[in-house]
Structure formats: C-alpha cells, structure tokens
C-alpha cells in the first residue's frame, strides 16, 4: 500500500508564505496526478490545487495568483508554494496521489495556521 510523507506546515502571520511538500514512498509507483486539499475548522474538505505528472495544473478560485503547484518526477514528490498567506488559508492540508490505474491515496494532514 503506497504511503505519503507530508511536511512544510506551521505558524505564519499573514502575508508570509509556507512551502509544503508530499512524498509517496514506493518506488514505482504510476503517478497520474498528486494535489492537496484543506480542511478549515467545521468546513467540507476543499480543493487547493492538483498537477498531472504530465504538468497541468488547477487550482482553487480563492488560491490562483498565490499558490503554485510543482513536482518533481524522479522523487515523487510534490510541492505547494503558498504565498500571500490570508487567516482563511489556515486549515489542515491533506496531499492525495491519484495512480494510472489502481487505488490512490491520502496524507496524513499538515496544519497550517495563519495568525497574527
């Protein structure tokens, strides 16, 4: 079963900006596409922003202009470059991997809080 390593979250005050990033640790593992999603105190989980390993990127309305997706190939790894921090982009941040074929799966959640 493919696993994620989440990390990057933490404190910031607003305006600041946070780089998260997800691993999948099994090598060999066909990566169709990998993104995140938040979670904010009592709301739905919400899209942030995904990537297809062959490089299109989406992204959620209230993120565009301010969060950058990346990744990078050869280690399996994906990237969140989240800029211009709001208080409301404070929640916990899950990285999901979707396979070419099979089951995908979630992270374990990485808090990020923006306060002053």
């Known amino acids: 079963q493919v696993q994620l390593v989440e990390s990057g979250g933490g404190l910031v005050q607003p305006g600041g900006s946070l780089r998260l990033s997800c691993a999948v640790t099994?090598?060999?593992?066909?990566?169709?596409?990998m993104g995140w999603y938040r979670q904010a105190p009592g709301k739905e989980r919400e899209l942030v922003a995904t990537?297809?390993?062959?490089?299109?990127?989406n992204y959620a309305d209230s993120v565009k202009g301010r969060f950058a997706i990346s990744r990078d190939s050869a280690k399996a790894t994906v990237y969140l470059q989240m800029g211009s921090l709001k208080l409301e982009d404070t929640a916990v941040y899950y990285c999901?991997?979707?396979?070419?074929?099979?089951?995908?799966?979630w992270g374990q959640g990485t808090l990020v809080t923006v306060s002053s």
């Open positions: 990537i297809t390993w062959g490089g299109d990127e």
């Open positions: 999901f991997v979707a396979p070419v074929i099979g089951a995908g799966a």
């Open positions: 099994r090598s060999g593992f066909n990566i169709y596409r």
